[in-house]
């Protein structure tokens, strides 16, 4: 009887991005016969599951990779996530298999890196992965097709080791050991990765939560006009959470300081009937400041001209959090609504939130 060889495929990219493209690789390779590998889930930033990790692109017979527009996590040397992974399957001689996004194809805003490092270490990156022989696709099904191809012209001029039944190899007891040795190792990584991914989200909103409590236990009354030449009011208190409020949603993309500052005096100015300047911008810088060592906002760094002097700002991950988490609710508030409901008392997104954190609330 013919021994059939199976091959183990480790397949590598970015996650949030590309699910449904690594989905269709998975599928190729099962439908082949073979065995598909993706650590992806494990954290860069963990030595011992690195060296799992590094573990199975040895074992592995192909390493595929997939890049798109998202550089992906960082590790402690600087490098991507899916870079470490591609340089060390290089390193050990593993086939490689690239697959590069094509310039021209269609995707999502939202899958694509904006920073200018991001964007410069991407570039860099996939010019590295051409060092090799690459494939170029433009939608998930155009990459299966691809990947199929690839993967059977590999196998067929480079074949590798693979793996074989234990009866067919004549491995006797020691493979049938080595196989229930490494099924309990599965079982507790993946014990270990639930037990992780339970402990992380925990942390982010115990993080959040503690955030938002200092937001609105904290009050500025800034300075604001109603004209260029007209006189500095102090009548609007504000909490910090209500001026992150009125202002956090220009940052999405960035925001000049004195774009907040006119922002802000528009919401918080007393007598809605008349127009109004800005707000007294040192009172402003000392209220971003109070947003940065939140680690809510951030100095954008989207290139500008050189003449440009202006002072831009963005949002952080944790400050769309929370402007996410805030709209969501004035959102459902606004939804709940109705001319039936007028009289019942809803709940603003500031007491959304403030129900949410009752009895966990940390002091500022």
Known sequence: MAISAKYQVFISSTYEDLKDERDQMIRAVLEMGHIPVGMEMFSAADDEQWKIIARHIDESDYYAVVVAHRLGSLVSEGLSYTRKEYEYAVKQGVPILGFIIDDNAAWPATKIDNESSALADLANFKTRVREKPVSFWSTAEDLYGRFSVALMKAITANPREGWVRASESGGGPQV??????????????????????????????????????????????????????????TDAEETLFSIFF??????????????????LAMNIRVDTNKSWDLVALNQLRGII??????????????????????EYWTLTALGKQVLKRTRQANLSKKKSESPEAEEAAQPSAREDVQEEQQGETASP
């Open 176 to 233: 049938t050991a080595e196989i229930i040795r490494l099924s309990s190792e599965n079982a507790s990584l993946r014990r270990r990765l639930e037990e992780a991914q339970e402990e992380s989200t925990k942390q982010e909103a115990d993080r959040l939560r503690e955030t938002v409590g200092f937001l609105l236990n904290t009050k500025r009354t800034p300075s604001y006009r109603y004209s260029p030449q007209g006189e500095w009011q």
């Open 246 to 263: 009125h202002i956090s949603q220009e940052m999405l993309i960035e925001a000049t300081t004195k774009e907040l500052a006119q922002i």
């Open 289 to 310: 400041a109070d947003l940065v060592t939140l680690d809510l906002v951030q100095p954008s760094a989207r290139k500008h001209a050189v003449s440009d002097k202006d």
